[in-house]
């Protein structure tokens, strides 16, 4: 919502401003189709040429996030602090034995069942159970395990946060591109030099809209764009990091309870359960789970 009002200022702001200085939208209503394709083209053709297919293709399916956050919601934290009770606890009191059920076949454990939308992230899945397979691998060094995740989450945070990059890359792009259609459009005046001064005043102001569109563009949205979809990535990042927390605790000896406390404090403060909401939350667990 704050996104789009923001949007709404920027142009209000920028135009509004323009329209009561005694501005005149006639120029560049009749430039603006033809610099938007010489300064939009040519940033998405840049975009294209220098990112992957992959990442074109998630920049594209990201954007909605700009408008609707982080995927991950203040239910979410305390459905996997108490996924993260379950696991640790059972391998506790049940023993590696009765762990090898839930994380040799996820889809099948009564445990994950319980948290649909955690069961659906296939990293944060993947990442739980090769953490605790290393454990019951005797790996019991708590600092090679928060190494070996430490360097995962930094792999799937680079990757995840590509859009990020590209987005801010085609912002910092499209001030000189502006330039260049700029430059084109006095190329064309000079090519008219011996019209009359009105005419030649109309085609230096048209080529001008291309260096304020770049420049409008590029920090009006595309770099705001790109900080959003970064923030929302470190959040969801955050998530992550929340399970590493729980099982290196876990590791260091903690009791199920413990961990997961330790875990709750790295949870975004918007998102974070209390104490007690914690304690309720796990309380509703039925026993034979």
Request: proline share 4%.
């Amino acid at each position: 919502m704050f996104q789009l009002l923001g949007m709404a200022v920027v142009f209000g702001m920028v135009f509004g401003g323009f329209m009561l200085a005694g501005g005149h939208f006639d120029v560049i209503i009749r430039a603006l189709p033809f610099e938007l394709m010489m300064i939009g083209g040519a940033a998405v053709g840049a975009f294209l040429i220098g990112n992957s297919g992959k990442t074109v293709m998630k920049t594209l399916g990201d954007f909605a996030k700009i408008i609707t956050g982080p995927k991950w919601k203040t239910q979410d934290y305390r459905d996997l602090l108490a996924l993260l009770f379950l696991l640790t606890k059972t391998m506790k009191t049940k023993g590696v034995i009765a762990l090898e059920t839930h994380i040799e076949n996820p889809k099948e454990s009564s445990i994950f069942q319980r948290y649909p939308r955690i069961l659906k992230d296939h990293f944060a899945v993947d990442f739980i159970c090769d953490t605790l397979r290393m454990m019951t691998m005797n790996l019991e060094d708590p600092h090679q395990v928060e190494d070996a995740m430490e360097k995962q989450l930094e792999k799937h945070h680079h990757e995840a946060s590509s859009p990020a990059h590209a987005l801010q890359s085609m912002a910092d792009a499209l001030p000189a591109l502006g330039i260049v259609a700029a430059v084109l459009g006095i190329i064309k005046t000079m090519g008219a030099i011996t019209e009359p001064p009105e005419y030649l005043g109309r085609m230096i102001g048209s080529a001008l809209v291309g260096t304020f569109l770049g420049v409008f563009l590029a920090y009006g949205f595309v770099g705001p764009f790109a900080a959003r979809i970064k923030e929302i990535y470190d959040e969801e990042h955050t998530f992550y990091v929340i399970i590493q927390n729980v099982l290196v605790a876990h590791l260091h000896g903690n009791a199920a309870q413990i961990s997961v406390e330790i875990g709750r404090g790295g949870v975004p403060s918007k998102s974070q359960p209390s104490f007690m909401e914690l304690e309720e939350a796990l309380g509703e667990i039925p026993a034979e789970v």
